[in-house]
């Protein structure tokens, strides 16, 4: 992701937000490691000066709503655990995480179905340390990952971090193809290569919005256990689902393969940041306990334990109540009410200003719709836009290359007026003769005024993105593509 959209955008001219120049590397280049030449920024955190302008309006970051959470509740939760524990909420932790914490834990999981050992779980510092964790314990520099294209943007710097090939695997509506899973890993064991693990997102992928069938999930559980392979489930939205039937976790499917109530091949990943705060920085994994014990020794090395005082606070959260009326449990169905208007809002203001542009994905629940625009280099549009932040799709892929038209829009973070005036200008800002903008208006084209973005990819760039918005279902006869197992449907 290039920094030369904080100018276009006016940005500030602050030495926080500047990189240092060739001359300035130069004299370090000898002292860094190869692995650093493999390092890539997150689009996510790119955007951060940005969003913090109050003109802006983000559509770009995966932020829920944290104004939701009544203040007066706050208050009261941090008095008591200063009241009650202060010297063991400043005092370090416990590396795989309070036992209070872990019961919350299990409780979250439970909601979802799947039960789980408390003695295989550990806190991390969010979701995303699990990534970086399970990373660091199984990858050396050129082993495989197989993903999903387009995946989850913050994923692709740790992988590129840690030096590993990632094959990616176009989704449909229904998530990964299993079957194009498995040509994949015949053609990686025909190499003799053995990927180290598969990272899904399965329910209301990021940043595509769809959810993986239940076909699909027994399946890969299936191919996992037969190819002795692990899977990463990262599964941060499973309970913001606005509508249709929960389905069950692929920890839970394994567990129920091999009888014992716990999981050998899968690693689920959990976090408090969308059904809670981001800003308590605190998620989790389940994993075998000889993974997890490599997990505790890689965050022993990181950061020794996870912050006691938010690890406090989410306990005393989940005591307020009781069990039976929990508060965490009603707050998450305030926040699926609101996230499901505003979902339906974008929905509004995309076929208002982008009718006939464009496509993208309806999904069933989390925070994320995955757009793509006819002719328009969604980076180069990022650089032209009027105050509105988004992540370009390029951002969703390891080559950086694949994904040019197509973009990330969160719709959980903002005001329903600002869902619409976010959309309104980058339909403004895309131009060309087909907007339905100037045409109820009466207004002159905005190409006559801004003329359309005219990306220029290169020849690897001519991906067929159609397959991942279009997004057909299986089911669906597609004279494009070869007729698939039954299995996989």
């Known amino acids: 992701m290039e920094l030369r959209y904080r100018a276009d955008m006016g940005g500030h001219d602050d030495r926080r937000s500047t990189r240092p120049a060739a001359h300035e590397l130069a004299r370090y280049e000898a002292l860094f490691a190869a692995r650093t030449r493999g390092m890539k920024s997150s689009a996510m955190r790119e955007m951060m000066a940005l969003t913090e302008r109050p003109e802006v309006i983000s559509l770009a970051g995966g932020l829920p709503d944290t104004s939701t959470f009544a203040p007066a509740l706050y208050e009261k939760l941090m008095t008591e655990v200063a009241e009650e524990s202060t010297a063991r909420a400043l005092q370090y932790g416990p590396t795989e995480g309070m036992a209070a914490t872990v019961r919350c834990i299990v409780e979250v999981m439970a909601a ?81 290569r053995t990927p180290k693990f598969i990272y899904t997102i399965p329910n209301f992928q990021n940043p595509g919005g769809v959810t993986m069938s239940l076909a699909r999930r027994r399946r890969l559980v299936e191919v996992a256990r037969e190819r002795e392979l692990l899977i990463l489930e990262d599964n941060p939205y499973g309970l913001l689902r606005y509508e249709g039937e929960p389905l069950p976790t692929l920890y839970s499917l394994d567990a129920e393969a091999v009888g014992r109530g716990g999981s050998d091949l899968v690693i689920y990943l959990g976090t408090f940041s969308k059904i809670l705060s981001p800003g308590l920085r605190l998620g989790w994994a389940v994993a075998p306990r000889p993974v997890l014990e490599k997990l505790n020794l890689g965050k022993q090395g990181t950061d020794l334990c996870s912050s006691p005082v938010t690890q406090m606070f989410v306990a005393a959260y989940f005591a307020e109540r009781g069990a039976e009326d929990a508060e965490w449990v009603e707050y998450v169905g305030r ?144 004279p494009a593509r070869p007729a698939r197992s039954r299995r996989d449907r």
């Open 112 to 192: 979802e179905g799947t039960d789980v050992d408390p003695s295989e779980v550990i806190v991390t510092t969010g979701g995303q340390q699990v990534i970086d964790l399970v990373s660091k314990a199984l990858i050396d520099a050129g082993d495989v990952i197989v993903a999903e294209a387009p995946t989850y943007p913050g994923a692709v710097p740790t992988f590129s971090a840690y030096q590993a090939a990632v094959e990616q695997i176009e989704i449909d509506a229904d998530g990964m193809p299993i079957d194009e899973l498995e040509s994949v890993l015949d053609r990686l064991h025909n190499e003799g």
């Open 335 to 478: 926040l699926k009410d609101l996230y499901r208007r505003r979902r339906d809002v974008m929905f509004e203001a995309l076929e208002e200003n982008f009718g006939g542009r464009a496509s993208w994905t309806r999904p069933e629940g989390g925070l994320f719709i995955w757009a793509t625009l006819d002719g328009v280099d969604t980076t180069d549009l990022l650089a032209r836009s009027e105050g509105v932040a988004f992540v370009p799709g390029r951002a969703a892929y390891m080559d950086g290359r694949r994904g040019s038209s197509s973009m990330r829009l969160n719709f959980a973070g903002v005001p329903d007026e600002d869902i619409r005036e976010g959309i309104r200008r980058i339909g403004r800002i895309m131009g060309g003769d087909t907007g339905l903008l100037g045409a109820l208006t009466g207004s002159p084209s905005p190409a006559s005024s801004s003329p359309a973005v005219e990306p220029s990819p290169k020849p690897e760039d001519q991906s067929p993105l159609a397959d991942i918005v279009s997004l057909p279902r299986r089911d669906a006869p597609n």
